[in-house]
């Protein structure tokens, strides 16, 4: 059987982990890729350190040499970075954008010359709601998610006169080792003057991350929208109050948006 091919990124652990093994299951011919994979396409894993661009362009070609073809494409890459936009150095800044925005754009550049002349492809940029709205004390976290956003929308336009779909899934809070490896900037752990503010903060996103859902509702989304000829351009998943939280700040006058917001954080 002419199984579809699928790359998934950041699949050493978290969602892209659960969406490989999901998919793999499903009897997709499913390509791991992480930094910290061993290099074996025999055993469908890929070295590939998203952050450089020889190690992108590489693996895809070397993917593409042995398969001739892939068929879709899930973004997961990525990591979080806490603490207060002050005390976050442009050094930490640019890390969490090097990989969460630039990397996924390296993907993409790298796999949309073979599905041009494929004249198909699906590409699934996975996003957050922190993605819609920003959140406190994540504030670099939500940067890379907006400008993977804005450059989502475009490319689904330019691409879909060569049958290439391209898509924006927005997860809350799912039980994954997101919390676990979650970086904090060096300056919030030491004497600042946010520390009280970002210690409320830090609370509540760790207990409602350790609440969250099952990441293999992500993984079953993902194989319909492999499934779908024609999907929207974003589909959430989480929380329904997680879910409201855009919405809200699209009705609401965003002073009372942000009070509300700030409370839900401790912040007021």
């Known amino acids: 059987m002419n199984k579809e091919v699928v790359l998934i990124t950041g699949a050493s652990s978290g969602i892209g982990k659960v969406c490989a093994e999901f998919l793999s299951q499903r009897g997709y011919g499913v390509y791991r890729a992480s930094r910290s994979l061993p290099d074996d396409l025999s055993k469908g894993t890929i070295c590939m350190n998203v952050d450089e661009d020889e190690a992108v362009s590489s693996a895809i070609e070397r993917l593409v040499q042995k398969e001739g073809r892939i068929d879709c494409v899930v973004n997961c890459a990525g990591f979080g970075i806490a603490g ?91 039980q994954t080792d997101f919390t676990a490896n979650r970086r904090r900037a060096s300056a919030a752990v030491n004497a600042s003057d946010y520390r009280e503010s970002f210690n409320k903060a830090l609370v509540v996103f760790e207990k409602e991350e350790a609440g969250g859902g099952d990441p293999q509702k992500i993984a079953e989304l993902i194989e319909r929208l492999i499934r779908t000829p024609s999907p929207k351009l974003r589909y959430s998943i989480g929380r329904v109050s997680e879910r409201f939280a855009p919405l809200l700040k699209q009705i609401l006058p965003y002073k009372l948006y942000e009070r509300l917001f700030m409370q839900h954080f401790g912040l007021r």
């Open 84 to 174: 207060a936009v002050e005390d976050t150095s442009i050094e930490e800044a640019k890390a969490q954008l090097e990989t969460n925005f630039f990397g996924v754009l390296r993907v993409c550049k790298a796999v949309l010359p073979l599905m041009r002349q494929q004249r198909s492809g699906l590409i699934v940029n996975v996003s957050s709601i922190a993605g819609l709205v920003s959140l406190p004390f994540q504030g670099f976290y939500s940067a890379s998610k907006f400008a993977l956003e804005g450059m989502t929308e475009a490319l689904r336009m330019e691409v879909a006169s060569f049958g290439i779909r391209v898509v924006l899934v927005e997860p809350g809070d799912f």
